[in-house]
């Protein structure tokens, strides 16, 4: 039975751990399911997309917002990334999620913080080698607000679909109790993927973006029967370039279980991209 998810109404605010625990615990204790929605806020409706399906499997629903320094580079964009705090919280308050949990650096990362959780192989390939560090990171963020909130399951978009790898890998490897699901990629009517950094792009980069899922449809369609990759790689590599997107640091065609790269399709397969436009990174993937 699909459980009926709250009303519109003011979101619970949880600054720390110890009151996150408390509240999944007594929702649990009343037989009530729980879902976590990790984010970095600057919410939109991809993430709203996921707290309605997260509000479909589980009667309650749990919002993180953290902005994780671990998972960003020196020269990334840490300092700039939106937050927009009030605004997140209003959007939730409005799709009936139950509850937002708010840790400050400092709860997540006390003084003397010595932990990281590394997922080899997955993270060695895409974006792994240009953003070092970044996978570790995320495992680590992920691992703790699992721990941290021990919900039944948390749900996280395919557009970042060699994260969403990542995550159920460590998850599986660390026998942690949460059921890790993934969500199509929530995109606008042109087939940009929704992303907090979409308000970034000015509007001649907001105009040449979708340019991108163009270009990994038109090479999953050319690479589904099992012919070779590179030649749909190459035309689908010029045509970002020709749009405008430099550099493009990847556009791959990948094995959706072990994210190797392949030379010909013979089972579930991602093309995956990464680029530039201008002076924001995108990234977008889809199914073969
Ligand atoms: O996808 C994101 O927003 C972040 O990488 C996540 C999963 C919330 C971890 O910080």
């Given at each position: 039975?699909?459980?009926?998810?709250?009303?519109?109404?003011?979101?619970?605010?949880?600054?720390?751990?110890?009151a996150?625990r408390?509240q999944?615990?007594?929702?649990r204790a009343?037989?009530e399911?729980?879902?976590l929605?990790?984010?970095?806020?600057?919410?939109h409706?991809?993430?709203?997309?996921?707290v309605r399906?997260?509000?479909?499997?589980?009667?309650r629903?749990?919002?993180?917002?953290?902005?994780?320094?671990?998972?960003f580079g020196?020269?990334?964009?840490?300092s700039?990334?939106?937050?927009?705090l009030e605004?997140?919280?209003?959007?939730?308050a409005?799709?009936?999620?139950?509850?937002?949990f708010?840790?400050?650096?400092?709860?997540?990362?006390p003084?003397?913080?010595?932990?990281?959780?590394?997922?080899a192989?997955?993270?060695?390939?895409?974006c792994g080698?240009?953003?070092?560090?970044?996978?570790a990171?995320v495992a680590t963020?992920?691992?703790?607000?699992?721990?941290q909130?021990?919900?039944d399951?948390a749900?996280?978009g395919?557009?970042?679909?060699?994260?969403?790898?990542?995550i159920?890998?460590?998850?599986?490897d660390?026998?942690?109790?949460v059921a890790?699901?993934g969500a199509p990629t929530?995109?606008?009517?042109?087939?940009l993927?929704?992303?907090s950094?979409n308000?970034?792009?000015?509007?001649?980069e907001?105009r040449?973006?979708?340019?991108?899922h163009?270009?990994?449809?038109?090479v999953?369609?050319?690479?589904?029967?099992?012919?070779?990759?590179?030649p749909?790689?190459?035309?689908g590599?010029?045509a970002?370039?020709?749009?405008?997107f430099?550099?493009?640091?990847?556009?791959?065609?990948?094995?959706?279980e072990?994210l190797?790269?392949l030379?010909?399709?013979e089972?579930?397969?991602?093309v995956l991209?990464?680029?530039y436009?201008?002076?924001t990174?995108?990234i977008?993937?889809?199914a073969v």
């Amino acid at each position: 039975m699909t459980p009926s998810p709250s009303p519109p109404g003011p979101v619970l605010r949880l600054g720390d751990v110890a009151a996150l625990r408390a509240q999944v615990r007594a929702w649990r204790a009343a037989g009530e399911g729980v879902a976590l929605v990790p984010t970095m806020g600057a919410l939109h409706e991809g993430h709203l997309s996921l707290v309605r399906r997260a509000q479909a499997r589980c009667r309650r629903v749990v919002v993180s917002i953290f902005v994780n320094p671990t998972q960003f580079g020196p020269n990334e964009d840490f300092s700039r990334y939106p937050r927009v705090l009030e605004a997140d919280l209003a959007l939730l308050a409005e799709v009936g999620a139950d509850a937002a949990f708010l840790p400050e650096v400092a709860t997540m990362y006390p003084p003397g913080f010595a932990t990281t959780v590394t997922v080899a192989g997955l993270t060695e390939v895409l974006c792994g080698p240009l953003r070092p560090g970044h996978f570790a990171g995320v495992a680590t963020v992920v691992t703790k607000l699992l721990l941290q909130g021990l919900p039944d399951r948390a749900l996280f978009g395919e557009k970042d679909f060699q994260q969403l790898q990542v995550i159920r890998r460590a998850a599986r490897d660390l026998d942690i109790p949460v059921a890790i699901e993934g969500a199509p990629t929530f995109r606008e009517a042109d087939g940009l993927a929704m992303s907090s950094r979409n308000r970034y792009l000015s509007a001649e980069e907001r105009r040449v973006a979708p340019v991108m899922h163009a270009v990994l449809q038109q090479v999953a369609e050319a690479v589904r029967g099992g012919g070779e990759t590179a030649p749909a790689l190459a035309q689908g590599r010029a045509a970002l370039e020709a749009a405008g997107f430099s550099p493009v640091q990847y556009l791959s065609v990948n094995d959706a279980e072990s994210l190797a790269p392949l030379d010909r399709v013979e089972g579930p397969a991602r093309v995956l991209a990464a680029a530039y436009l201008g002076r924001t990174r995108l990234i977008d993937n889809v199914a073969v």
